[in-house]
C-alpha cells in the first residue's frame, strides 16, 4: 500500500496555543515550531502510522499530554514494520499503557485523546481513545469510522436523543476516556479497512465547526489530498476556529509501482 497524506495543524481563531500534536511516519509538531500553523504535503509507503492527539489540561499541560503520545509512536511504528502483519491490539495497547504511566508521572492533571491509523500491506486497522474522529471515503461512501467516548455519545447511543442533540447539550463534548487519566485498558478496535480510501483523521477543533455533510462534501469534490485538507482547514477557521484544529487526509492506494 501507498500513501500520498497532508497534515495541517492550527491553534485556531481564539485559544493562545495549540494542544493538539499529530504523527505521520515520524513527523509530528516540535515544541520548538510553538504555536504556528504546521502544513506538510508527502508520501509513504506501508506500513506506517497516522494518528491525532488532542491534549487537555491548559496549556503547558494539555500540549506536553499530546507530545508524549506521538513520540511513543515512533516506538510502534518500528514494532509494527517489524511484525508486517496484523494483530496489532496487544501492541497498541502496550503502548497506551507506557504512555499513560509516562503522562501520569508529570505530577499534573492532563490527558489526550487518539485517533490512529496503521495502515499495513493490505489494509488499515484504526484505534481510538476520546472524542478524536476518523472517517473513510470508499467508493463513494462515507462514514464514521470511530466511536466518540464522551457523555453526549454515551446518551445517543442509548437512542432517546441524536448525536448531535446530544453533543450540543450539557456537557455533551466531555469526555469518558482519554490517556493519562484513569483507566486506559479500553482502546477501541474498528474493523480493518481492505483496499484503497480516503481517511480523514482530525481533533474535535475541525468537526466543531464542520457537519460530517460539509466533512463529505470537500472530502468527495477535490481530487488532490492537499486541497482537500486545506479546504477543511480554511472552512473551520472561517466558521470560528474556536478550538485548535488538527486535520490529517490521507489517500491509500493500492498499486505495485509507485513514485513519490
Do not use: W
Amino acid at each position: 500500500m501507498q500513501v500520498r497524506y497532508s497534515v495541517r495543524s492550527h491553534r485556531g481563531m481564539v485559544r493562545a496555543n495549540n494542544e493538539d500534536n499529530f504523527f505521520a511516519d515520524g513527523v509530528t509538531r516540535l515544541a520548538e515550531y510553538g504555536c504556528r500553523p504546521f502544513s506538510i504535503d508527502a508520501a509513504a509507503a506501508s506500513p506506517l502510522i497516522l494518528a491525532v492527539c488532542d491534549g487537555m489540561g491548559g496549556e503547558e499541560n494539555g500540549e506536553t499530554a499530546s507530545r508524549i503520545a506521538v513520540q511513543g509512536l515512533s516506538k510502534l511504528q518500528d514494532e509494527i514494520k517489524a511484525v508486517r502483519g496484523h494483530g496489532y491490539k496487544q501492541m497498541v495497547q502496550g503502548y497506551i499503557n507506557a504512555v499513560n504511566g509516562e503522562i501520569s508521572s508529570c505530577g499534573k492533571r492532563s490527558g489526550t485523546t487518539l485517533a490512529m491509523a496503521m495502515i499495513n500491506e493490505k489494509s488499515t486497522c484504526c484505534f481510538s481513545i476520546g472524542d478524536s474522529r476518523i472517517y473513510m471515503l470508499k467508493n463513494g461512501m462515507f462514514s464514521q469510522i470511530s466511536v466518540d467516548h464522551t457523555q453526549g455519545a454515551e446518551i445517543a447511543g442509548k437512542g432517546f436523543i441524536t448525536a448531535e442533540q446530544a453533543r450540543l447539550g450539557k456537557g455533551g463534548n466531555k469526555l469518558t476516556r482519554c490517556i493519562g487519566i484513569g483507566n486506559c485498558h479500553n482502546v477501541d478496535e474498528y474493523a480493518s479497512i481492505g483496499g484503497k480510501c480516503r481517511l480523514l483523521i482530525c481533533s474535535d477543533g475541525l468537526t466543531d465547526m464542520l457537519s460530517d455533510h460539509t466533512i463529505k462534501q470537500v472530502l468527495s469534490e477535490y481530487r488532490q489530498i492537499a486541497e482537500a485538507a486545506d479546504t477543511l482547514l480554511c472552512n473551520a477557521l472561517n466558521a470560528g476556529g474556536k478550538d485548535n484544529i488538527t486535520i490529517i487526509a490521507a489517500d491509500i492506494i493500492q498499486t505495485k509501482f509507485f513514485c513519490g
